[in-house]
């Protein structure tokens, strides 16, 4: 049974930085593309960051050259690493695995239970 777990969510001033972990379990996770997005209230979810099981990753345009995304496939987690933190990225996060054949990221099928972050002024 495929599951994952976030962390790493919280409180933070402007300006500051917060790192979220993902570890999954149930399945090849070296092998699947996997996603972390989020949803603030009355916003449509986003995707903010992709890593591809063959190691390539993409950055929505609001995030990039302040988040980066990285996985570690031996502790099977993956990890996105924010800073510059801005109050319009408070939002839940959640990590996603697409969990298809040929490592095809779209469809993500499944999902953690979210972690907030919250970015005050």
């Known amino acids: 049974q495929v599951q994952l777990v976030e962390s790493g969510g919280g409180s933070v001033q402007v300006g500051g930085s917060l790192r979220l972990s993902c570890v999954g379990s149930?399945?090849?996770?070296?092998?699947?593309?996997m996603a972390w997005f989020r949803q603030a209230p009355g916003k449509e979810r986003e995707r903010v960051a992709t890593s591809k099981g063959g190691g390539s990753t993409d950055y929505a345009d609001s995030v990039k050259g302040r988040f980066t995304i990285s996985r570690d496939n031996a502790k099977s987690t993956l990890y996105l690493q924010m800073s510059s933190l801005k109050p319009e990225d408070t939002a839940m996060y959640y990590c996603?695995?697409?969990?298809?054949?040929?490592?095809?990221?779209?469809?993500?099928?499944?999902w953690g239970q979210g972690t907030q972050v919250t970015v005050s002024s």
């Open positions: 149930g399945y090849t996770y070296s092998s699947f593309c």
């Open positions: 996603a695995v697409a969990y298809r054949p040929f490592g095809a990221c779209a469809g993500f099928n499944y």
